[in-house]
């Protein structure tokens, strides 16, 4: 957001739309460079399938509005990932949340964790 807090700014207003236009999420990048997922890919070739519980960020799925990259590329590095009830609801501990709300955020944190160990990952 920063080329929109600095967007008046007669300094920073070109840097922060630069930077701005400049950052990715590691998932977006690796889905739109086939290339380099190939290499991801072949480097994962041959090694045993490890299942694991994912749970994608909340800045990721509601902020930046991306889902199923980063699933996607884990399965690509030979990733099975177990299901996941409930993966678009909070961990509880974004940001000073489990500072602020400390009751909730333990109750959204043990509902994650459950969510997270049903589907028995390694």
């Known amino acids: 957001d920063y080329h929109e807090v600095l967007a008046r700014d007669p300094l920073y207003a070109k840097k922060s739309n630069k930077i701005s236009n400049l950052c990715v999420d590691l998932g977006e990048l690796l889905g739109r460079d086939a290339a380099l997922l190939g290499q991801l890919t072949q480097l994962a070739e041959g090694a045993p399938t ?5 749970h994608p ?3 990721l799925q509601h902020g930046q509005q991306s889902r ?3 699933e ?3 399965a690509s590095c030979g990733v099975a990932l177990t299901p996941v009830a ?3 609801l909070c961990c509880g501990s974004a940001g000073t949340y489990s500072l602020l709300q400390p009751v909730l955020s333990e109750q959204l944190r043990q509902n994650k ?3 997270l160990q049903a ?3 390694e």
């Open 50 to 54: 490890r299942r694991l519980a994912y």
């Open 57 to 59: 960020p909340c800045s």
């Open 113 to 115: 964790l459950q969510a």
């Open 72 to 74: 996607r590329v884990l």
């Open 119 to 121: 589907g028995a990952p």
């Open 68 to 70: 199923g990259q980063a």
């Open 86 to 88: 409930d993966s678009h």
